[in-house]
Each structure stands twice: as C-alpha cells, then as structure tokens.
C-alpha cells in the first residue's frame, strides 16, 4: 500500500515546520536545509533540494504512519546530504541493494543527490554514486526485510541536524545535551502534528531524551559497533513479530 498525497492543512504544516528547521543555528553543527558548504555540496541550490526531499518523504507519511523511528542525531552519511533522516543519498538515487526510491517517495518523484561528485574529500564510490550509511541501511533494512509496508514509519532524529567534529564536517559527533533539548523542540512539534503512534528509539541516548521529556518510546539497541542482529531482534519484537 502507499498512502496519496495528503490534505493541503497537512501541506502547510509541513511547509512551516521545514520553515523553522531551516532557521536554526549552531555551533559545529550543519544544518542540512539551510547551510551549504562549498567544497561538499553540490551547488548553493543544495539546501532547497534538501528542504523538497523533507517534504516529499514527509507528505504521505505525516499524520498516517502508525510508527516513528527515532534516533539521536543526523550523520554526515546519511541525512546531512539527502535531507531526510537515517536516510542515505545511494537510496534516494536507486543505487542501494536493499532500498528503493519508490520505498521513500511516491513513484512520480525523483530524489537527487546533493553531494559534489567532484569533492576530493569523498572515495570513488561516493564520488560515483554518493554517500551511504550503515545504520540506515539496518534501520530501513528491518522494516522492508520483514515485507512490512515502509509508508508505515516516519524516521526522524531528536536532535534534526548534523553535529560535526570541530573542522572535520565529514565526521559525526554525539550531540551535547543542551543541542538534544534544543531538538526535543522540533521533535515535539513533529509529534504533535502527526498525532497517536507507536515510537521506536534507536539507541540508549535517544531512549533516555525521549523518556526524559515523557514520551513512551519502546528503546532498541543502535545498530552501530556490532550491534545490528540486536537491532533487528529487538524491532521484531516491538512489533509482535517473534
């Protein structure tokens, strides 16, 4: 099943909610849909694809999908470039073994990359076909390996920007916890506007923020340093799937 195109109310809320994302500022930190960086991106327009790709993957799902998957920050892999959380560019471009464009945006849109293929600071593959990111590929992964419908789930970071190591922009730093009470906001926000569903938090940090700010949130091990059987045993679990 895939969900159509939402209400025109729904259009607007998302519109004013990207609005505010892109107005946020921070210190070593990347925003996604506002900042550009000369040497990685691939043009000034970058911000502006990143702010369409948002909403593209946002319109069939807010306010429908019974799931939210939620982790702690973005990665430089991952929606640092495609502009949608623990979600890589190889997947929105049709070069993922596991995911499909289709399986993030309804079949009339095309996602683009918005990494410079030109940038020396990236490997030939990445050059050739851009980024990709192993704790997406696990977290998307376990919801198409179980043939479970992917307009299902919202994914989505408490803290919505890219933390970034002090001169290095090609490396992920764990946010502080004033940068995680400063996302809790836009995270809040989200929740209320899509209404009722059953949240899914991926790793000890975004548990604990979530459990901190009152929100029911079943915790799932972070795919990351070997913990990727864990993350799937534990998502089949949550979902009644053992």
Not at 12 to 18: E, L, P, S, T, Y
Not at 25 to 30: A, D, I, S
Request: contains cysteine; neutral net charge; charged residues 20%.
């Amino acid at each position: 099943m895939r969900y159509g195109r939402i209400s025109m109310r729904n259009d607007v809320n998302i519109q004013r909610f990207i609005t505010r994302l892109a107005m946020f500022q921070g210190e070593h930190v990347f925003n996604p849909w506002w900042d550009y960086a000369v040497a990685l991106d691939i043009s000034p327009n970058a911000p502006a694809i990143r702010r369409q790709q948002l909403a593209d993957y946002f319109q069939p799902r807010l306010g429908h999908s019974p799931y939210i998957i939620v982790a702690e920050a973005v990665g430089y892999q991952g929606g640092r470039f495609s502009g949608i959380a623990i979600t890589c560019e190889r997947m929105l471009l049709g070069e993922h073994p596991k995911v499909k464009k289709e399986d993030i945006f309804a079949s009339d849109i095309e996602g683009q990359r918005t990494s410079n293929p030109s940038c020396e600071l990236l490997n030939n593959k990445q050059q050739e076909v851009g980024f990709n990111e192993p704790t997406d590929t696990v977290v998307w992964g376990a919801i198409l390996e179980n043939h479970l419908n992917p307009y299902d789930f919202l994914l989505w970071n408490i803290f919505p920007f890219h933390p970034h190591k002090l001169g290095n922009p090609l490396s992920n730093r764990t946010p502080t916890q004033t940068e995680l009470d400063l996302g809790w906001e836009f995270t809040r926000d989200l929740l209320q506007v899509h209404g009722d569903a059953k949240i899914l938090a991926v790793g000890q940090k975004a548990a604990q923020t979530m459990a901190y700010y009152g929100v029911d949130a079943v915790a799932l091990r972070h795919p990351a340093n070997g913990g990727a059987s864990l993350y799937r045993e534990g998502f089949k679990r949550a979902l009644g799937l053992l």
